[in-house]
């Protein structure tokens, strides 16, 4: 199972048995790390978009696109994010809804990155699908 496809599995179970969500701060830190990959793919700005990519998430599309972060990122033509809905977090990974993506975040020691992005929740018993994600 891919890394998204088990963040979404894991947060689907901690959040079914647990009652308490994440801190303040985990969540915001989560959140805003989303958002500044969300506003650095609306700017063009790609290298900075790369920049907020998990390494195996980044390394995954390069090797996919047989080419660098920053054109592959642009080809990829991820949808824009919108207003946020919600972010969820669990541990160490997150999921953040906005009105036109929902992005999947890790907690790395040098703080969030995103692993996978573009994604479409499927049917209840199925993982999310998603255009950008690592191994």
Request: proline share 6%; with cysteine; hydrophobic share 40%.
């Amino acid at each position: 199972m891919s890394t998204p496809l088990r963040a979404a599995a894991v947060l689907v179970v901690a959040a079914s048995l647990s009652g308490c969500g994440a801190s303040a701060a985990r969540e915001g830190g989560a959140s805003s790390a989303g958002h500044r990959f969300a506003a650095a793919l609306a700017a063009g700005d790609y290298r900075a978009a790369c920049g907020l990519l998990a390494p195996e998430t980044r390394d995954e599309m390069e090797e996919d696109a047989k080419g660098p972060c920053g054109p592959a990122l642009r080809e990829l033509g991820l949808p824009p994010s919108g207003p946020a809905r919600g972010v969820d977090v669990y541990g160490n990974d997150a999921l953040l809804r906005t009105a036109g993506d929902t992005v999947f975040l890790s907690r790395f020691d040098d703080g969030w990155k995103v692993t996978a992005a573009g994604c479409v929740a499927q049917s209840t018993d199925e993982p999310y699908r998603c255009s950008l994600k690592g191994g």
